[in-house]
């Protein structure tokens, strides 16, 4: 059964958890966990780009010079996509990325990310996750002695004001809580930082 160990507010090692074998020591399912990631990043993907095509852009439709004895190459009309500020051929138009994978492959991806940060000694368990008073400076010195300063994602059972207004200002340290986990924003953090009451609400909702 994989372990993690728990650590109080002071950065110390406390004692040890045992991690639940459903959820933090499966065989991690690469070809799942990549889909849902690329499922995650499509979703977020805002397709608003936009060019004009040889019907759209503002230009008169006129042969700009005769068809022949010019010494030039024949030309029908000034927006054609081979001129200078003409029209865009196969010009790309808003569009819609987002796609669905099913509710299994989802909690499949999230158990192989979360298996994966458990067997690579990822994963901090804090007895007691919370602070007095709204600090980045207090937050900051936590993560440090915990070292885990960059790029960890902190999980609390419920949203935390304090928590969450204390961390929103350390570049790479993002906050979530315990029921909206992304195997995306898993695999991106290199620690994931969990109070003990955000484990057992994982090892609840995703066993």
Known sequence: MPKA????????VVGEVELSEAVFGIEPNETVLHA????????????TQ???????VSYSTIKPWRQKGT????????????????GVAFAPKPRSYRYTI?????????KSALSLKAGEQKIYVIDGLKMD?????????????LGVNCQAMIVTENVDEAVVKSARN?????????????????MKARALVVDKAALAKIEEVYC
Request: hydrophobic share 35%; charged share 25%; proline share 4%.
């Open 133 to 145: 008073e709204i600090k980045t400076k207090t937050m900051q010195q936590f993560l440090t002695k």
């Open 5 to 12: 160990n728990l650590y109080n507010m002071a950065g110390e």
């Open 102 to 110: 099913n509710r299994k492959e989802k909690r499949l991806a999230l």
């Open 71 to 86: 010494g030039r190459a024949r030309a029908g009309y000034k927006g054609s996509p081979v001129w200078y500020h003409g």
């Open 170 to 186: 350390i570049p790479g340290v993002v906050t979530t809580i315990a029921t909206i986990l992304s195997p995306y924003e898993v």
């Open 36 to 47: 849902a990631i690329k499922n995650y990043l499509a979703n977020r993907r805002q397709g």
């Open 50 to 56: 936009s060019a004009l095509t040889k019907g759209e």
